[in-house]
């Protein structure tokens, strides 16, 4: 397919576990981004990544959360310690190149950690 | 801080009534100003940008226009595909494009 991926889509896991969600972008586009969304609101901003570095990580809550992209395609939001209120929708998105290109969302992982 | 205010949070509309959704935004460093819309257990699906006070844009039953302080979503003898959740948001240019999003406007729309 042509849009961004995620997995898992769904991912249920007990407090104190440590999860990896993926995300599968759009081939070509250079940033990627990293949001959360909680019910009843809009997406939060995680992290925004440029090829392969992070650009900004000023929207990670704790360092529990860390996110790569090695190769600048694939990236990978790794979460320690899973606590109960880190249970929401992951979103991932990609834009051709950044700043004001429309960002492309893919569907989402569903994280729950009871 | 930055801001992105949307209202009202629930709309129910008749099939064929036109109706707006408000989008208020902080208007100090705004890039652009994006709408979006989300279906249940979706991914936000972009719908359009806007740069500057008095553009207008429309796809299909869907106008987004900007003025200098909000944005509205109009939309015009609504179908009930049309229901779903609008998102607006904000480039504040914070880190080439990070996304300020408001809450959401969920739109009914009966037959």
């Known amino acids: 397919g042509a849009g961004v991926s995620q997995t898992p889509s769904n991912k249920v896991t007990e407090k104190g576990k440590y999860v990896e969600l993926r995300c599968d972008p759009i081939?070509?586009?250079?940033?990627l981004y990293w949001y959360r969304q909680s019910l009843g609101q809009g997406p939060e901003f995680l992290i925004y990544?440029?090829?392969?570095?992070?650009?900004?990580d000023s929207g990670l809550p704790n360092d529990r959360f860390f996110a790569v992209r090695p190769e600048g395609s694939v990236s990978t939001l790794k979460i320690q310690r899973t606590e109960r209120g880190d249970s929401a929708v992951y979103l991932c998105?990609?834009?051709?190149?950044?700043?004001?290109?429309?960002?492309?969302f893919g569907p989402g992982t569903r994280l729950t950690v009871l | 801080e930055d801001q992105v205010t949307q209202s009202p949070e629930a709309l129910r509309l008749q099939e064929g009534e036109s109706s707006s959704l408000n989008c208020s935004y902080t208007?100090?460093?705004?890039?652009?100003l994006f709408w979006y819309r989300q279906d249940p257990g979706k991914g936000p699906e972009f719908l359009f940008t806007?740069?500057?006070a008095g553009e207008e844009k429309e796809k299909e039953r869907l106008k987004a226009t900007l003025t200098k302080k909000e944005s509205f979503l109009h939309i015009t003898a609504p179908k009930p595909e049309d229901s779903a959740t609008y998102l607006c948001?904000?480039?504040?240019?914070?880190?080439?494009?990070?996304?300020?999003f408001g809450k959401g406007t969920k739109l009914s729309v009966k037959p």
């Open positions: 998105a990609s834009s051709f190149l950044g700043g004001a290109y429309e960002q492309f």
């Open positions: 081939s070509g586009h250079t940033a």
């Open positions: 990544f440029q090829g392969t570095g992070a650009a900004d």
């Open positions: 208007v100090s460093g705004l890039r652009g």
């Open positions: 806007l740069y500057s």
């Open positions: 948001a904000g480039d504040y240019g914070g880190s080439q494009g990070n996304l300020i």
